[in-house]
């Protein structure tokens, strides 16, 4: 079986159901076992928040109204902001985003995963650094929901 039979079993079973399979073909045995992640939206209330400006060195504190929705990361990996090194980041701090909207990118085995916005809102912080590692559910961004 070859890494294109592989990859195209793999686009299959994504938007499908379908949790694990096995096959097999020429007396290669491959088993694609699949997770689904649900809820990579979690809701946290936010009292106040403290961002650090380094090069000013002044603390500026934000008190947020209702409730901001925490962005987790679905899969392990290492967490992007851009698409590539050069591009500009798919959202910075402030930014509003639309649901659907690419937030980030997680690269797991060499594929790199879009991590879209569940909601429209603005991005009141980025939890995670550029090209460092996360794990299944940890914190991502901070968003405040509009509307």
Known sequence: MELEDLKELMGLLKDTDVTELQIEKD????????????GHLELQPAISERREVKKEEVVVETETEGRLLTVTSPIV????????PEAEPFVDF????????VICVIEAMKLMNEIESEVDGVVVRILVENGHPVEYGEPLFLVEPIG
């Not at 007396?27 to 649900?38: M, S």
């Open 27 to 38: 007396g290669v045995k491959v088993k694609i076992k699949r997770e689904k992640f649900f």
């Open 94 to 101: 402030g930014a509003k985003v639309k649901k659907g909207q």
């Open 77 to 84: 990996g290492t967490f992007y902001r851009a698409p590539s």
